[in-house]
């Protein structure tokens, strides 16, 4: 199974940068696509998908989100940092079955 | 406008089986995949199992034993049926649906909490 590796936590300034960076145990990365997905999840709700294939921003997500990354390293940047923001952080890859993920990255204000 | 919904029990008794329903609309279950996902109570995120639009099933190793993913096409209605239930079974179920280029989970029902306790 591909292994997404998060740091648990992120402390961030209203109206900084915030960089939550995902590790693949290999890469998830075809000649075409860049299969690694984010998504936001707030307390007691689903999670949403913010961007998928890397790179692309999901349907009515805003421009303050946005992903790179190629083979097994990936970012997701939010910037600039807005209350409504705080929330757990997920990545996962559609590489290769079992789909997985990350074990979520929350985000907080500093 | 794309819509999925959960329904299924609260409370199932250890050992029993857990049936879950997630009814669709705004997309046929057979021009998409569905998949499930299930999440402790504050943990991550763990792929149960996926039924392509096709028709075939994938399912998480670790519960392929004791799961079943089935649809109704007619009602676009996608089934989870998880046998042998235990106690750390206990958590929300969500279903999903994917992507068809690069399999992300675009849309998301709202889950349905289930506790397995006697």
């Known amino acids: 199974d591909i292994v997404l590796t998060q740091s648990p936590a992120l402390a961030v300034s209203l109206g900084q940068r915030a960089t939550i960076s995902c590790r693949a145990s290999?890469?998830?990365?075809?000649?075409?696509?860049?299969?690694m997905h984010w998504y936001q999840q707030k307390p007691g709700q689903q999670p949403k998908l913010l961007i998928y294939?890397?790179?692309n921003l999901a349907s009515s997500i805003p421009a303050r989100f946005s992903g790179s990354g190629s083979g097994t390293d990936f970012t997701l940047t939010i910037n600039p940092v807005q209350a409504d923001d705080i929330a757990t952080y997920y990545c996962?890859?559609?590489?290769?079955?079992?789909?997985?993920f990350g074990s979520g990255t929350k985000l907080e204000i500093k | 406008q794309v819509r999925l919904k959960e329904s299924g029990p609260r409370l199932v008794q250890p050992s029993q089986t857990l049936s879950v329903t997630c009814t669709v609309s705004?997309?046929?279950?057979?021009?998409?995949?569905v998949s499930w996902v299930r999440q402790p109570p504050g943990k991550g995120l763990e792929w149960v199992g996926a039924?392509?639009?096709?028709?075939?099933?994938d399912y998480n190793s670790a519960l392929k034993s004791r799961l079943s993913i089935s649809r109704d096409t007619s009602k676009n209605q996608v089934f989870l049926k998880m046998n042998s239930l235990q106690t750390d079974d206990t958590g929300t179920y969500y279903c999903?649906?994917?992507?068809?280029?690069?399999?992300?989970?675009?849309?998301w029902g709202q889950g349905v909490m289930v506790t397995v306790s006697s």
């Open positions: 999903a649906k994917l992507t068809t280029e690069g399999i992300a989970f675009d849309y």
């Open positions: 705004g997309f046929s279950v057979t021009s998409y995949h």
């Open positions: 039924i392509w639009k096709g028709g075939s099933t």
């Open positions: 290999q890469s998830v990365s075809t000649s075409s696509y860049n299969l």
């Open positions: 294939d890397a790179s």
């Open positions: 996962q890859q559609s590489r290769e079955l079992p789909l997985t």
